[in-house]
Each structure stands twice: as C-alpha cells, then as structure tokens.
C-alpha cells in the first residue's frame, strides 16, 4: 500500500473538511489524487466522467443530493456499485441505514487521521 496510486472521490459541503481530508489523504502516501465535489450530484458527475476513482469518501449532511441519496445512486449503478464507499457523518443514528444502503465503512467527524487512514487500509488491501 506504499505507493501512492489510489484516486479519492471526497464529497462534502463543507470545504475546510474538503481541505482536511485532502491533506490528510495525500499525505498518507497511497494517495495520488483528490478529486473534490460538494454535493451528491456534484460528485456523480465526477463519477461519470472519469472511471479511475477509487474510493469514495461521502458526508451524509449536504444539500441538493445528500450522502445516502448519493450512495443509493451509486448501489444502483452497475459500473460503480463495487466502488468502496466511506460515510462520513457527526451523526451516528444514520450509521445503520447507510451501512444497509450499502457503504463499506463509517467515520464519526471530526476525522482523525489514524482512523482515516486504518479504515482505508482495510478496505483497500
């Protein structure tokens, strides 16, 4: 996992968590590229445009599409629905109906780096 070649798909409305989330990836060492979006909708287009993402890493509390808006959208999509999908959220009741749509993983914010990066080390090995 040293070298770095992952491509990361960050979606969230807030962009000091964008930032974050940018820097902690790229600094981890496997990731090679960040690839930011603001919204659900945003980050589908993304997803459209390019086939090279990795991973999603997807706040469930955004306006126009949220995260599990977004998530079901992607679990319905055969070219995306084997993509890892981390949510992120300060809001734990959501923990159980985003890992039933289909998220791969769940991280409380505020982030932490080592959970950030311990979590995508299990779901990227």
């Known amino acids: 996992m040293s070298n770095a070649n992952l491509v990361v798909l ?3 409305d807030d962009l000091i968590n964008l ?10 060492g496997f990731v090679a ?7 659900g909708s945003d980050a589908i287009g993304h997803l ?3 086939n090279d993402i990795d991973l999603i890493l997807l706040d469930i509390i955004m306006p ?3 995260g599990l808006e977004m998530l079901q959208v992607v679990r319905a999509d055969d070219n995306l629905k084997q993509l890892p999908v981390i949510m992120l959220t300060t809001d734990e009741t ?3 109906e985003a890992l039933d749509l289909g998220a791969n993983g769940f991280l409380m914010k505020p982030i932490r780096r080592e959970d950030l990066i311990a979590k995508i080390s299990t779901l990227m090995v």
């Open 64 to 66: 126009i599409m949220n």
């Open 48 to 50: 459209k445009n390019r």
């Open 19 to 28: 930032k974050l989330l940018k820097s902690m990836l790229l600094k981890s």
């Open 94 to 96: 959501k923990k159980g």
């Open 10 to 12: 960050t979606v969230d």
């Open 33 to 39: 590229e960040v690839i930011e979006a603001k919204n």
